[in-house]
Every structure is written in structure tokens, then in C-alpha cells.
Nanobody
């Protein structure tokens, strides 16, 4: 079992930055792939970014490339999502997720085994 708790969301203006954090507890954090997803009202949950268990590999959805950076600290059992140059279309509830299976950095929500409760990010224009 992995328990995930996100934090760091808030209300910002377009062009601002935010850093989200997700603290994990339970099984060995350093062995799981981690990811961020987001869900806007009335829309399906969308993949944002993923990072391998050791932190050496990552992938992003095209809409955030160059603006968002995913990272992890396996000593602190924490992953981060640094979000720069935020846009109103980034407004959503952001969730972190964990995948027990080693290997490919997956982009579909149903591939992930554990989820946090989410943190709201609102970007005003």
C-alpha cells in the first residue's frame, strides 16, 4: 500500500509559478513510478507528467513541456511538480499517483494503483 498526500495548490495569476508536493508513505517509495494528473470540471482526468523510480526518466504531456518540471526526492519520499508560466487552462485539481509496475512511464489513469486526494490549482487571467 502507498498513501499519497498532495499540497501546494492555490489561486494564482497567469504567468505565475507554483510548486506542488506529494508525500508518500507505505511501501518502498523509491521502487515506484510516480506521476501527476489533473482534472478540470467536466473533463476527464488528464496525464501531466511521470517520473521513473530512480528519477532518471520523465515524460510530459505536450501542453506543459517547457513550463512544468517533475522531480522526486527519494530520501524525503516526495515528488514535486514545478509549474511555471501558468495559464488559465492549467486550472484543475491536480493528483499524484503511484504505479507498482517498473518500466514504461504510463500516461493512462487506470494504469496507476494509488492516488492522492488532490489539490486545487486555479489560474486567473
Amino acid at each position: 500500500q502507498v498513501q499519497l498526500v498532495e499540497s501546494g495548490g492555490g489561486l494564482v495569476q497567469a504567468g505565475d509559478s507554483l510548486r506542488l508536493s506529494c508525500v508518500a508513505s507505505g511501501r518502498t517509495f523509491s521502487s515506484v513510478t510516480m506521476a501527476w494528473f489533473r482534472q478540470a470540471p467536466g473533463k476527464e482526468r488528464e496525464f501531466v507528467a511521470a517520473i521513473s523510480s530512480g528519477g532518471g526518466r520523465s515524460r510530459y504531456v505536450d501542453s506543459v513541456k517547457g513550463r512544468f518540471t517533475i522531480s522526486r526526492d527519494n530520501v524525503k519520499n516526495t515528488i514535486y511538480l514545478q509549474m511555471n508560466l501558468l495559464k488559465p487552462e492549467d486550472t484543475a485539481v491536480y493528483y499524484c499517483a503511484a504505479d507498482n509496475e517498473y518500466g514504461v512511464l504510463k500516461t493512462t489513469a487506470n494504469a496507476y494503483d494509488y492516488w492522492g486526494q488532490g489539490t486545487q490549482v486555479t489560474v486567473s487571467s
